[in-house]
């Protein structure tokens, strides 16, 4: 069976791949594209979250059609010696309004959901029932997936949205509440405030290993929840197993997924912030990319978004090194203390941190004094190499 031919297949309804569909859809809307889903929805079930200053050029405008939430008046973090409110404007977006907007703002034909994919080439994608879908571009946007190109640590978690009985009290989100328990890693709980009743809570973990129990996590957010006085419905839930990279070779991780002249994006292309996981910034720069270049043949589009992925992993080189010493020099329950130094520093360091804008006087400041890890340790973490980013061989309780 043979599909309409088309301009460009976006293979992943992510975050990655919904944002090149709408930005082409924007910049070009003469193209035909389509974006293929395997599961029910576009975005599935997160929520991603970032700060004003961590978009590029043109990035408000590309999210403008999102429904997000924000705080112009800044955020707060807790450590156990110390408690800070930082400015900075930050904002949040659910998927279920980052595909209410695709819906509507993309062509009807142009989405296919619940749609599994067989195959990838550089002309075209198979679809499950055996149709063919040709496209003069194709761009792979599945996500990342456990290699052992790569080395590092995880970041796993539970969030929760909830409706209180009773208001909550805050004005503002809690980016990193460290004053709960450590366990089995640098432990947080990020707290935002969507409405006066509702609030979403999310119990974090920067841990040596992908393992997600949801019994524990789950008992966690009821306890902490109920430490603030919350009460109330839970409205929805979600988990993640997010990648910390530390170190790899970029060269293979790409080589072990690609495919001749099929474009990759997302954080299948690498394109993450190696320490935080963050992934809305890049994916929003790449969007953007796209379009610009959406004119371009499919090996050509390829060729461009690889230049930008090694470009982006020369330039995430700082943060790996900072992702070493967090997971080879501080012991589990310690880690907590690189955070809480760093977030004594100056907000502008901090900003340019996340958005991986670091400039070396930056960089120079994060790594000058007294370091919160033994000097022997951060040595060590330096010089022996880290465990690869690969699942356990046994099942989790998922």
Request: glycine share 10%; net charge negative.
């Amino acid at each position: 069976m043979t599909g309409q031919t088309c301009d460009m297949a976006i293979v992943g309804g992510g975050l990655a791949g919904g944002l090149i569909a709408l930005a082409v859809t924007q910049a070009r809307p003469d193209l035909s594209l389509r974006l293929i889903e395997a599961g029910a929805q576009l975005g599935g079930n997160h929520r991603w979250s970032w700060f004003a200053s961590d978009l590029p050029a043109g990035g408000e405008a590309l999210l403008a059609p999102f429904r997000t939430t924000e705080w112009d008046a800044g955020y707060d973090v807790r450590f156990p010696k110390h408690s800070r409110h930082l400015s900075s404007r930050y904002c949040s977006l659910a998927s279920e309004d980052f595909a209410a907007v695709l819906t509507c703002d993309l062509p009807a034909e142009a989405i296919l959901t619940e749609t599994e994919v067989t195959k990838l080439d550089a002309s075209g994608v198979t679809l499950g029932d055996g149709t063919r879908i040709e496209a003069r571009a194709v761009i792979d946007c599945r996500g990342f997936a456990p290699t052992a190109t790569l080395s590092g640590g995880w970041q796993v978690f539970m969030g929760r949205q909830m409706r209180l009985a009773r208001p909550h009290g805050l004005t503002a989100p809690v980016i990193m509440d460290a004053t709960v328990a450590q366990l089995g890693g640098y432990r947080f709980v990020y707290v935002l405030p969507l409405s006066a009743h509702e609030v979403f809570i999310e119990d974090t973990y920067y841990q040596d290993s992908p393992a997600l129990d949801h019994a524990a996590l789950s008992a966690r957010l009821d306890d902490y929840a109920l430490a603030q006085g919350w009460e109330g419905q839970v409205l929805s839930s979600e988990t993640g197993v997010l990648p910390v990279i530390t170190g790899g070779d970029f060269a293979a991780f790409r080589a072990e997924r690609q495919i001749a002249g099929v474009a990759m994006a997302g954080a299948r292309g690498g394109f993450v912030h190696p320490l935080t996981s963050y992934t809305l910034p890049f994916a929003v720069a790449t969007a953007l990319a796209v379009a610009a270049d959406a004119q371009l043949p499919g090996d050509q589009l390829a060729a461009r978004l690889e230049a930008r992925a090694q470009e982006h992993w020369r330039a995430m080189g700082f943060y790996r090194l900072l992702g070493r010493m967090l997971f080879g020099a501080a012991r589990p329950e310690e880690r907590y203390r690189v955070f809480e130094r760093f977030y004594r520093l100056s907000e502008t360091l901090i900003e340019r941190f996340y958005a991986g804008r670091s400039t070396l006087a930056d960089r120079a400041r994060v790594l000058a004094g007294k370091p919160p890890v033994p000097i022997s340790r951060a040595i060590a973490a330096l010089t022996r190499p880290a465990p690869p980013l690969l699942a356990p061989e046994h099942k989790d309780d998922q």
